[in-house]
């Protein structure tokens, strides 16, 4: 037996078949909603919007063709499943219903046990098509904010192979950091510190998104990036670091439109190591994010860097020091870590 909340609309003009079809499809679990004319089946479909439609082709006020035609037209109503039921048995009949978006067409009479076995397989293949439109609006919907146009596209290309839930993978985090806003902050009016916040903002994710980073949050004038998720990136280290040095251009380009009091810059801290990324909140809010050591190593960092620089850990460093031109600092002090870390400048990208 199915649910009965799964609703199969009978659309005929033909007492004796609507008794027949609903006697055969309530037995079998399906809540059964009626319509003996098609101006009924048109306003019910829109009200009830069942899980598939059975239709006749011949009924009064508006014939099944057109009621097919406008239903599919209708975006509120084009993903129902539409059987054609009808006594017109022709080729050309069926190519015109087929052709109108019916997924199917059965000529009358029929037999029972075939119609049921037909109804349960669209079912399942409806069932099927919403579960894969559920997960890709699940991928929109975490994704759209924090990723660029491009690996959204990406993502939808194979939506259920994406894991939204907690998966530990080697991930590339990059935080970066205004210099000096808190001061600026005390001088200037909300307004005109939104106004130039949101520019900074604006320049440091751009970098970002172009080397197809994942953008965590923005904390007041932080950012946090994710590099390798949820795409996978063979190259994910150099990508962060290219996306790093890039901000500090873009915050330069940027502070040629503002005053020079109002001109800041920005550290970069970029960390490499093993992390959890999935989704964490709760049912009403959630974000995609990374938990882990790197993420903590990669703070540290970028509090560590002064305003132009780009500073990289050791893991960092290891998988792209043949492309960069770098500068060893003293090692680091992280929270949670017996011995210092490894610290290194990146001055510029090799030719």
Request: glycine share 8%; net charge negative; charged share 30%.
């Amino acid at each position: 037996m199915v649910s009965a909340k799964t609703k199969i609309m009978v659309a005929d003009d033909s007492f004796e078949s609507v008794e027949l079809l609903q006697s055969v499809l309530s037995r079998e679990g399906y809540e059964v909603i009626i319509a003996f004319d098609g101006e009924e089946a048109i306003c019910k479909a829109r009200q009830e919007k069942p899980d598939l439609l059975l239709l006749d082709i011949m009924m009064p006020k508006i014939d099944g063709y057109e009621v097919c035609r406008r239903l599919k037209a209708d975006p509120d109503t084009m993903r129902i499943p539409i059987l054609i039921l009808t006594a017109r048995g022709d080729i050309p009949d069926k190519v015109k219903g087929l052709d109108l978006g019916a997924e199917d067409y059965f000529t009358k009479p029929f037999n029972i046990q075939e119609l049921v076995a037909r109804v349960q397989a669209r079912l399942r293949a409806k069932q099927r098509e919403d579960d894969l439109l559920r997960t890709e609006r699940r991928v929109r919907n975490t994704f759209e904010r924090y990723v660029s146009t491009r690996v959204v596209e990406k993502l939808l290309q194979n939506p259920e192979r994406v894991e939204l839930g907690g998966v530990k993978q080697e991930v590339t985090v990059l935080f970066a950091d205004l210099r000096g806003f808190t001061a600026l902050a005390e001088h200037l009016p909300p307004e005109r510190l939104i106004e130039i916040l949101n520019g900074y903002l604006s320049a440091g994710a751009q970098p970002i998104l172009e080397h197809d980073g994942t953008i965590n949050q923005y904390a007041g004038d932080e950012i946090m990036a994710i590099f390798n998720a949820p795409l996978r990136q063979e190259d994910h280290v150099l990508r962060a670091v290219k996306a790093g040095l890039a901000i500090h251009e873009q915050l330069r380009e940027y502070n040629k439109t503002l005053e020079p009091e109002l001109r800041l810059n920005c550290g970069v801290g970029i960390g490499t190591g093993q992390a959890v990324v999935g989704n964490v909140g709760t049912s009403q809010i959630m974000n995609y994010t990374a938990v882990g050591d790197v993420v903590n190593l990669a703070k540290r960092l970028e509090e560590s860097a002064q305003g132009g620089q780009v500073l990289i850990g050791a893991s960092s460093y290891e998988q792209i020091k043949d492309q960069v031109v770098v500068r060893s600092l003293p090692p680091l002090t992280v929270k949670g870590r017996e011995e210092p870390v490894s610290v290194y400048e990146v001055l510029k990208l090799k030719a």
